[in-house]
């Protein structure tokens, strides 16, 4: 019997690969000056490029956890039809939505449907890294293993999966508290533009520094020259931005050219990460074999 894969809003997946992979999701939240969002609905498209512009206009911006009842629906509706579930959670260093979620989806569970298997992994992805680490699962569950297997194999790959992102503008960060003031206005005066990446135990830190936009986003490309399984030229890249397609575009051309990557999913950073590191960030994931 084949088993449901279940993950967040914030894994950033484009409708046309959830449905490719009979992927389901649980929608986050956010709002915009008391008016209530989620950042994604089947069959919905958000207006991500408005998300962005109010970002840009400073209206205030704020995220929350998936609803219960959007969960107890979804959820009830896979274990009624006797599906069993792997739930894919949003990196719990970043988000308190895998603990929110898989707590909630394992008491469903055992008072009420005893006869469904479950598994709960923290994916310690965000953004489309997430998203690429799901796809991979999905993979593995279309190559016919068992719930059991696929859950295995993704705990045994959490660290496979490098995250390397750069923003444009540090006031985010800095109102997000992992920057202080001072140093988001010195960077912004100096045009500085940070390097940063998710670790092993999933929490955002800052590795580098540059100065200039174009040199941040060819300092992602060397990310991936150095840390990117081979070979380079069969990887899928993924690339989620903050409203800046243009760089993104440029981005992945780098790939094509030096090093015969073709393979690409480019999309807008959902509204729930997207708030709190802003317009004009550049997200990059790939495979890796090296630490992350």
């Not at 009979?22 to 609905?41: A, R, W």
């Not at 991500?48 to 609803?67: A, D, N």
């Not at 279309?142 to 295995?152: D, R, Y």
């Not at 986003?217 to 990887?235: T, W």
Request: net charge negative; proline share 3%.
């Amino acid at each position: 019997m084949t088993f449901t894969i279940l993950t967040d809003s914030s894994s950033n997946l484009p409708e046309s690969l959830i449905d490719a992979h009979n992927l389901k999701i649980l929608p986050l939240e956010f709002t915009v000056e008391e008016q209530v969002y989620y950042s994604y609905l089947k069959g919905s498209v958000t207006d991500i490029t408005q998300f962005y512009t109010m970002m840009r206009e400073g209206k205030v911006i704020t995220t929350s956890l998936p609803k219960f009842e959007d969960v107890n629906a979804i959820i009830r509706e896979e274990f009624e039809a006797g599906n069993d579930v792997l739930y894919l959670g949003f990196d719990s260093a970043l988000s308190g939505t895998y603990e929110h979620c898989s707590s909630f989806i394992e008491r469903i569970r055992d008072e009420e449907y005893p006869d469904c298997k479950l598994e709960c992994v923290d994916t310690k992805a965000a953004a489309l890294g997430q998203g690429l680490f799901v796809l991979s699962a999905a993979k593995v569950r279309e190559e016919g293993k068992s719930l059991a297997e696929t859950a295995e194999w993704a705990r045994a790959n959490t660290l496979s999966f490098a995250h390397w992102f750069t923003v444009d503008d540090l006031s985010y960060l800095q109102r997000g508290g992992r920057l202080s003031k001072g140093v988001a206005v010195a960077g912004s005066l100096l045009n500085i533009k940070p390097i940063l990446h998710v670790d092993e135990i999933g929490r955002l830190v800052p590795m580098d520094k540059v100065r200039g936009r174009r040199k941040s986003l060819q300092m992602l490309v060397e990310k991936f020259a150095q840390g990117a399984s081979e070979p380079k030229s069969k990887q899928l890249v993924c690339i989620s931005h903050g409203d800046c397609l243009e760089d993104a575009e440029f981005v992945a051309a780098q790939f094509s050219e030096r090093f015969g990557v073709s393979d690409f999913v480019i999309n807008c950073l959902d509204p729930v990460i997207g708030a709190h590191v802003g317009p004009g960030t550049i997200a990059l994931f790939f495979v890796t074999d090296k630490e992350r």
